[in-house]
């Protein structure tokens, strides 16, 4: 169904027949067919008038969203196909709205669903009901204790790998609201049995694999436990590990819930100590040891279990140990002590385990109360669920089976009265005739058993609490005799001879026929298990324990408190329990959810249609329905009734004005149904037969196809109406829209415009105000000039006027001055006119010259004979002695000068003057040589070794000492010679070796000749007829000319025999070089530019010197 449609009746979309009661024909045969034919699709749930039927699908089913709860949610139990969640919403909303108690009574064999139906009620309610931090924590609190109480007391059986083994009653409490309050469990007689031993293809409880598989290494090591399943003798192994179930995983969601519940850390830790040393305790195993009385005596074989057991619950170990060897009977105030033999013992360790284990349980329910309970005193409404082991018949049945059988049986009986009570009450209330049904009623069953005088129960607490030798076959023969003749009882020893012979019926069992089926029981362990007895010294052993969860576990070992009375049997236990259960349950209103198992396979799409029939024949399921049909079929309130079908009349379609019985009254008298089928309740309409019912759906159902085209049309007509008037709106909007936008670009393009007229105006009138300012301050300015130019007249008037005055004023006093001089001279002119103007004029002079005098005395002359500066003139009449006055000067400080020299320096200045003489301004090579002082010996001749030789051979003082040229007449080019000059005769030699070439006595040389021009050339010519004349003239070149033609000279006027040396200056003259004459010309060359002077050969008779001009 798509989640579009709405669904208003169980009858839509039906799968078979959602109601059993509507089944038509009604046989067994088609209420089986109709089961199968829904479970086939997945429909699981069925109703019977307000009883759910569920079919267990063995699968997950997508039915229990969180949609579907909303779906159903406030809806009537008949508007939705049959739903567990509709009976806990009906349950729930007459617990809320009408206040009435409510109990879910959920029954059916194991394995039917019976714990998952409690869940999902449960969890439905927790999802409607209200919200809120508080409520919330309460609802987790009351879900969660689900997975804490199932791993401690539910375990694999064959018949269902989750199978419950204890009943549940939980009361949830609520406020006057329905917000969710507390809670409170009670538990029913766990099966303690299977502590110690498992049938065969079963296991223990799941704690015990959770434990092992899910707890950490560091909680093992301290629990002193192995992970291996197959160390521990009280796990049977053959089923160890259940498919579909992850324990480890288990392990973890248990200890959360327990968080959430509210155990503390060390809760938790005990409780699992507890666990921890039940399956330590199984290890445990003893050996016999005889005694000198004849007996046997059992001993612990290993100790170890024993050790680590007692560490963990804080245990003496000699005192468990003695515990299982010996028992301490006490009566009337006698104390005495016997051993236990081997078989003893295993019997009180197996004893203290179921013990152990079954107190440990009801703690955790105690525990688990504590937390949930309502903290409120406030008065509650209540709706309770029953979960209960269900109906089980196994091969080996015991004491335990008898007790949960009773149980079903006292549950059956409640669901056989209450329903035929409230289906009677109904009609009562509503005023229609009532005629008996005949179901079969189970309490004769029920009474066997429960009966105080001689049910079982009765008889076998009689048989416990008789004193003498009491076991199960003493126990049977009672049974034998009292029960015999019980209709529902069956024995092989009964005086009842119809069993006699009954092979299927062992002798030491007996067999009931319970509502169910019949169920064979062993009689064996029915006393012991009835009697529940722990040895005191076990109990007093426990006691002492240094564990205070197991201290409270064992209060009767406390040896202050020694009760010698015997504490009320299990099953005295057990029916007062549930005859409580029954009494609180017949005070709240009943909803059923009837389990139903599909197949013994727990797989999923099996149907075993024999299985399926015998528990819908002991459920008592056909007459269930029959009841309900006796009288009608079907029944209604007014209003839902009148609202489903009055679209079937046109006086009630579409709306009735009038009470709904009077409306529904019109409708079925206008549909024409025959009187007979149908009854005016107070309240409700009753349909006999559910064909009536399917006529009146036909007739809906076509009336519906009609109405659907009526409101296609009108919905059409409205749509396109809808549409129109959309697109109209839409219209008005878009066209709005565009006026707005045409407005809008108008008004920006006329804001422009007045933006532009504006501007234009704005230049104007700045323009104009431009014009006016630029006017005004022409005007300013004229102004300004104008005054300007009258305050410059009226100054310059002014001015020429102080001029005039001034001159006036000046002319006045010299004319004022020159009358008075001459008034003055007139009158002394008389004295005056003979000499003073001569002594005037003398005067004058005489302070001019003084003046002046002082004037030279106060100047710092220069006494270098080279200063040429001196003051300027004064007068012109001084000039003479101006002159004159420096001359004298001059003279006196080159005296000064003269005074300072030497004698060398006497006779250097003597050879400068004499070269003065000799060459200025006669050659152009003097004025540079000015400068220069006459070294004379340029070659340092007495330092150099080189020329030691050379020095030696002239005598005489050398004069002078250089390297001169030699000029070779061949080619003109010069050669290096040494030029040593004495007194006497000068010396030509070789530069490098210092050895003599020529020696010519001063006296042989006749002139010199060179040149006026800028060169070192010099020719010294000998006199012919000499002794030297053989060589010829020498022609020579040197830098130092001007000194060595002076020195020569001079060495001539200073001896007294001999000439003074001629000296021709000359540009051309000839040189005598050996035989032939050469003529040596000099000619002025290109000006200085690196080369110096150049000498070339032009003929043989013509040597050309080219001398750079300066
Ligand atoms: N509505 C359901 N949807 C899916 N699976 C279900 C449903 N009801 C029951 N089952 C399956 O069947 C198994 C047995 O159900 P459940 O434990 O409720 O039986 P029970 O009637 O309580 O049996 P017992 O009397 O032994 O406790 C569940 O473990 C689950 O696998
Ligand atoms: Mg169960």
Redesign the pocket.
């Known amino acids: 169904m798509s989640k579009m449609e709405v669904k208003t009746s169980l009858l839509d979309n039906m799968i078979g027949v959602g109601d059993m009661v509507l089944l038509e024909p009604l046989s067994e045969d088609s209420f089986i067919g109709n089961l199968k034919n829904r479970f086939d699709h997945n429909e699981?749930y069925t109703y019977i008038g307000s009883v759910v039927i569920?079919m267990?699908?063995?699968?997950?089913?997508p039915i229990y969203t969180a949609e579907k709860v909303e779906e159903y949610r406030n809806r009537n139990f008949y508007e939705l196909s049959p739903h567990i969640y509709a009976l806990a919403d009906e349950a729930y909303r007459s617990l809320r709205d009408q206040d009435k108690d409510q109990c879910i009574l959920i029954t059916?064999?194991?394995?039917?669903?019976?714990?998952?139906?409690s869940k999902?009620v449960m969890s439905y309610v927790a999802a409607v009901c209200g919200k809120g931090q508080e409520v919330n924590k309460v609802k987790e609190q009351l879900l969660q204790s689900n997975p804490v109480l199932e791993a401690f007391g539910?375990a694999k059986?064959v018949?269902?790998?989750?199978?419950?083994r204890f009943g549940k009653y939980m009361d949830i409490e609520f406020d006057f609201k329905g917000d969710p309050l507390g809670g409170v469990i009670s538990n029913y007689l766990l099966e303690k049995s299977r502590v110690v031993k498992q049938p065969r293809g079963e296991r223990n409880f799941h704690i015990f694999y959770q434990l092992l598989s899910g707890a950490s290494e560091d909680t093992l090591k301290k629990l002193k436990l192995d992970r291996d399943f197959s160390k521990y003798n009280y796990l049977s192994l053959d089923s160890a590990t259940v498919n579909g179930l992850d324990d480890a995983a288990s392990f973890r969601t248990v200890r959360n819930a327990m968080q959430i519940v509210g155990f503390m850390e060390d809760e938790v830790q005990s409780v699992l100590e507890l666990v921890a040393a039940v399956l330590k305790l199984g290890n445990i195993e003893f050996k016999p040891e005889s005694r000198v009385n004849g007996f046997d005596e059992s001993r612990v074989k290993d100790k170890n279990d024993l050790k680590e057991m007692c560490e963990l619950l804080g245990l003496e170990q000699s005192v468990l140990e003695r515990a299982f060897s010996f028992r301490t009977v006490e009566a009337k105030m006698e104390k005495v002590s016997t051993t236990l033999n081997v078989a003893q013992a295993y019997y009180a360790r197996d004893a203290l385990a179921k013990n152990l284990y079954s107190r440990l349980f009801s703690w955790l329910v105690n525990r688990i109360n504590e937390s949930i309970k309502a903290q409120t005193k406030v008065r509650k409404k209540v709706m309770g669920v029953l979960?209960i082991?269900?109906f089980?018949i196994f091969e080996d049945n015991s004491f335990e089976q008898f007790i949960i059988n009773y149980c079903n049986e006292k549950l059956q009986q409640i669901f056989i009265e209450l329903t035929l009570r409230e289906e009677q009450e109904e009609y009562v209330r509503e005023g229609i005739e009532w005629t008996n049904i005949e179901y079969f009623n189970n309490a004769i069953i029920c009474d066997l058993i429960e009966n105080n005088q001689n049910g079982i129960l009765a008889m076998l607490d009689e048989e416990c609490l008789r004193p003498g030798t009491v076991t199960d076959e003493t126990f049977l023969d009672k049974l034998n005799t009292v029960c015999a003749e019980h209709q529902h009882f069956e024995s092989r020893q009964s005086k009842n001879s119809k069993f006699l012979t009954d092979h299927s019926l062992p002798h030491n069992c007996f067999r009931i026929q319970h509502y169910a089926g019949k169920v064979l029981y062993r009689v064996e362990g029915f006393v012991d298990k009835n009697n529940d007895l722990l040895y005191r010294d076990l109990s007093q052993a426990m006691y002492k324990a240094n564990h205070s969860l197991i201290k409270l576990l064992f209060p009767e070992g406390n040896p202050s408190k020694v009760n010698l009375k015997r504490p009320p049997t299990a099953g005295f236990q057990f029916k007062a329990s549930v005859g409580t259960l029954m009494k609180n349950l017949l005070t709240k209103n009943p909803n059923y959810i009837r389990?139903i198992k599909p197949n013994d396979k727990?797989a999923a799409h099996i149907f075993t249609d024999s299985l399926v029939c015998h528990q819908v024949r002991y459920l008592g399921l056909m007459e269930n329905v029959r009841v309900r049909r006796a009288g009608y079929a079907f029944r209604q309130a007014y209003e839902p009734c009148l609202e489903r079908y009055k679209m079937l009349c046109k006086q009630t379609w579409p709306h009735w004005r009038g009470q709904a019985r009077d409306g529904v009254e019109v409708l079925l008298t206008d549909l024409q149904v025959p009187v007979e089928e149908f009854a005016y309740g107070r309240s409700k309409i009753f349909i006999r037969n559910p064909r009536t019912l399917f006529f009146l759906e036909e007739k809906r159902r076509q009336c519906l196809e009609d109405l659907a085209t009526l409101i296609q049309k009108i919905f059409r007509g409205w749509k396109s109406r809808r549409q129109f008037l959309l697109l109209k709106k839409s219209q008005v909007v878009v066209a709005a829209w565009y006026r707005r936008y045409a407005q809008q670009k108008k008004y920006q393009k006329i804001r422009c415009s007045a933006l532009v007229v504006q501007s234009f105006i704005r230049g104007w009138k700045a323009r104009k105000i431009l014009r006016e300012l630029k006017y005004k301050k022409r005007c300013e300015e004229a102004v300004t000039t104008i005054s300007a130019y009258w305050h410059g007249t009226q100054a310059r008037r002014e001015l020429r006027r102080l001029k005039e005055e001034a001159q006036n004023k000046h002319a006045v006093s010299v004319i004022w001055a020159a009358w008075l001089g001459t008034k003055v001279r007139r009158e002394y002119r008389k004295f005056f006119r003979a000499n003073a103007g001569k002594k005037i004029y003398d005067f004058t002079i005489q302070r001019i010259m003084q003046k002046y005098f002082l004037g030279l005395k106060k100047t710092t002359l220069s006494m270098s004979p080279i200063d040429k500066s001196w003051p300027a003139k004064p007068y012109g009449f001084l000039e003479g002695t101006h002159q004159e006055l420096r001359r004298i000067f001059h003279l006196w400080r080159c005296k000064k000068y003269r005074s300072k020299f030497t004698k060398e320096m006497k006779a250097t200045y003597e050879e400068k003057l004499a070269a003065s003489e000799l060459f200025k301004d006669k050659k152009a090579l003097y004025p540079s040589s000015v400068g220069q002082p006459f070294k004379g010996d340029y070659v340092e001749l007495s330092k150099n070794p080189k020329y030691q030789k050379l020095n030696s051979l002239v005598e005489d003082k050398v004069l002078l000492a250089d390297v001169v040229s030699k000029i070779n007449r061949a080619n003109g080019k010069g050669a290096p010679r040494m030029f040593l000059l004495t007194k006497n005769n000068f010396v030509l030699a070789d530069q490098k070796t210092g050895q003599v070439k020529t020696s010519v006595p001063l006296p042989d040389l006749s002139s010199v000749s060179v040149s006026t021009q800028n060169d070192g050339f010099f020719a010294l010519r000998v006199k012919e007829g000499a002794t030297s004349a053989a060589k010829g003239d020498f022609l020579l070149s040197s830098d130092r000319l001007i000194e060595i033609i002076t020195k020569l000279h001079r060495i001539g006027s200073a001896s007294a025999d001999r000439n003074q040396i001629k000296i021709d200056i000359s540009d051309e003259f000839l040189v005598q070089f050996k035989q032939d004459k050469v003529c040596v010309k000099f000619i002025q060359g290109a000006p200085k530019n690196g080369n110096g002077v150049i000498c070339k050969r032009k003929n043989n008779r013509l040597l050309e010197v080219s001398v750079p001009s300066p």
């Open positions: 699981i569920s267990n699908p063995y699968k997950p089913l059916g064999e194991s394995g039917s669903g019976k714990t998952e139906a999902f539910n059986t018949r269902n790998d989750n199978s419950s979960d082991y269900g089980e389990c727990k």
